[in-house]
């Protein structure tokens, strides 16, 4: 297998946790269980109680009231590090609350200083042209102006996408737009590549770790439209995650297998 040859050993320090519990006595599954799948390893359910008692603990300091706010999805992945030792990767689906750059979850593949902040600069000047729509004077400049805004939106989103890099089991990389090509997924939704599995297979695979189990979870309040309820666990999503996961790992029939079964 091949793997990339630079990676952060630091980094990879403060991102693995270690288990807490004596977790010798669980049923270890000798292949990665399906991210699509509803059956979860004993050592992915471990993992995630013990990701939520660590959230429980550090939520409080976040700039965002999981009481009086939408929840959101987490995930870990249990690891197998070059040593033979096992722990987890975990992290949160989309952006931490506030944007807060949390250096022990698995971080966006996305980094925003790429290209001298250029996502940061276009949103700015896509929110200038939303200000002249308001303050325009007459309809043919409130239509040019919102033509310009959309052209500039969709470039942006395109060249987003450009930017999100995945690697899988083979060591290759692709960017979203040529995954979701290459599926005949269509266009990727927004924030295609933020939602946990993704994030935590990469992170894996770019350090050399072993994927064992993986799972995810929701916590906080259920949103109005999918009644998710806190701490349960919920698969990885179509829309997003089926093109990138099965390309990640090279096994195109991940989500189809489930729908079958049930």
């Known amino acids: 297998m091949h793997h990339p040859s630079q990676f952060?050993?630091?980094?990879?320090?403060?991102?693995?946790?270690?288990?807490?519990?004596?977790?010798?006595?669980?049923?270890?599954?000798?292949e990665l269980n399906n991210p699509f799948g509803h059956h979860l390893p004993e050592i992915a359910i471990q993992a995630?109680?013990?990701?939520?008692?660590?959230?429980?603990?550090?939520?409080?300091?976040?700039?965002?009231?999981?009481?009086?706010?939408?929840?959101?999805?987490?995930?870990?992945?249990?690891?197998?590090?070059?040593?033979?030792?096992?722990?987890?990767?975990?992290t949160v689906s989309g952006k931490l609350p506030g944007n807060?750059?949390?250096?022990?979850?698995?971080?966006?593949?996305?980094?925003?200083?790429?290209?001298?902040?250029?996502?940061?600069?276009?949103?700015?000047?896509?929110?200038a042209i939303g200000k002249q729509i308001?303050?325009?004077t007459s309809k043919e400049d409130v239509s040019a102006l919102t033509k310009q805004r959309s052209q500039l939106s969709?470039?942006?989103?395109?060249?987003?996408?450009?930017?999100?890099?995945?690697l899988n089991l083979s060591g290759e990389t692709k960017n979203v737009l040529s995954i979701f090509?290459?599926?005949?997924?269509?266009?990727?939704?927004?924030?295609t590549g933020e939602c946990a599995a993704p994030k935590l297979l990469n992170s894996a695979i770019k350090h050399h770790l072993q994927p064992i189990a993986i799972a995810e979870?929701?916590?906080?309040?259920?949103?109005?439209?999918?009644?998710?309820?806190?701490?349960?666990?919920?698969p990885a999503c179509k829309s997003k995650c089926k093109p990138v996961v099965e390309y990640m790992l090279e096994n195109d029939t991940l989500y189809t297998s489930v729908k079958r079964s049930s």
């Open 8 to 30: 952060n050993y630091p980094m990879l320090k403060q991102l693995i946790f270690n288990f807490k519990s004596d977790i010798t006595s669980l049923d270890f599954p000798t």
């Open 181 to 191: 090509e290459e599926a005949s997924a269509g266009k990727p939704p927004a924030a």
């Open 48 to 90: 995630a109680k013990e990701f939520q008692d660590f959230i429980a603990l550090e939520a409080p300091r976040w700039k965002y009231d999981f009481r009086s706010r939408p929840g959101k999805m987490f995930g870990v992945l249990v690891v197998r590090q070059t040593d033979g030792r096992l722990g987890y990767l975990g």
């Open 217 to 234: 979870f929701w916590w906080g309040n259920s949103l109005n439209t999918d009644n998710r309820q806190h701490k349960a666990f919920y």
């Open 134 to 136: 308001i303050t325009a």
């Open 100 to 127: 807060e750059d949390y250096d022990r979850f698995v971080p966006s593949i996305f980094d925003e200083s790429l290209d001298d902040y250029f996502l940061t600069k276009g949103l700015t000047e896509v929110t």
């Open 154 to 166: 969709k470039s942006l989103q395109k060249r987003l996408f450009e930017s999100y890099h995945f």
